[in-house]
């Protein structure tokens, strides 16, 4: 089974600054076809979660151009570039090569 | 406009079954994968599996020998049951849908794009 671990499980960021998220897996997330299996979603306090990033590097409808997310092989980020008030929750990266599978979540408030 | 509703029992006793229903609006059940999450009081998010209606099924590992999932077309509706449940299944039970949000390549790819609002089922005697 493919392991996801992210860091910090926890992030305090000023508003207007920049914020990162790391995601490592257990195996390579390179499938066959040469694309990297991996999605971020958030968690917003009281909320459902709701699709961030998918393939790694691409931003789902509606998703606010400051989120981008990189990476290759076994690691991968999230990188939010001006870190607003309502970006507040939990971040979770899942990968999707084997079966599907969540990383413990990063906790980012809001100073 | 609710797309997907979540219907449950709330209370279950350990070694029961549990059974969730969640009701599709708007969309055609047959267009897409159906899918499942949880999570437990103070943890993190847990993949537990997806369904088709042609029966098309993937389980989390951890759960599969305890795990069966459906679609009713005639209903709009899909299901879980969880077999011999403990406290440790105690948590916030989400319906999604998982659709094709893009292509990798030639190949269709798809994630979890719309969700239910979530249950709260807990195990207890």
């Known amino acids: 089974d493919i392991v996801v671990t992210q860091s910090p499980l926890s992030l305090s960021v000023t508003p207007g600054e920049p914020a990162s998220i790391s995601c490592r897996s257990s195996q390579s997330l390179l499938h066959r076809n040469g694309y990297h299996y991996l999605d971020w979603y958030l968690q917003k306090p009281g909320q459902s979660p709701q699709l961030l990033i998918y393939l790694t590097s691409n931003r789902a409808s509606g998703v606010p151009d400051r989120f981008s997310g990189s990476g290759s092989g076994t690691y991968f980020t999230l990188e939010i570039s001006r870190v607003e008030a309502e970006d507040a929750g939990v971040y979770y990266c899942?990968?999707?090569?084997?079966?599907?599978?969540f990383g413990q979540g990063t906790r980012v408030e809001i100073k | 406009q609710v797309q997907l509703q979540e219907s449950a029992p709330g209370l279950v006793k350990p070694s029961e079954t549990l059974s969730l229903t969640c009701t599709v609006s708007?969309?055609?059940?047959?267009?897409?994968?159906w899918s499942w999450v949880r999570r437990p009081p103070g943890k993190g998010l847990e993949w537990i599996g997806y369904?088709?209606?042609?029966?098309?099924?993937n389980y989390n590992p951890s759960l599969q020998s305890r795990l069966s999932m459906s679609v009713d077309t005639s209903r709009n509706q899909f299901s879980l049951q969880l077999r011999s449940v403990t406290a440790a299944d105690t948590a916030v039970y989400y319906c999604a849908r998982l659709a094709r949000v893009g292509l990798a390549g030639f190949t269709a790819y798809h994630s979890m794009d719309v969700w239910g609002q979530g249950t709260t089922i807990t195990v207890s005697s």
């Open positions: 708007t969309f055609s059940i047959y267009n897409y994968y």
């Open positions: 369904t088709h209606y042609t029966g098309t099924t």
């Open positions: 899942m990968q999707s090569l084997q079966s599907r599978a």
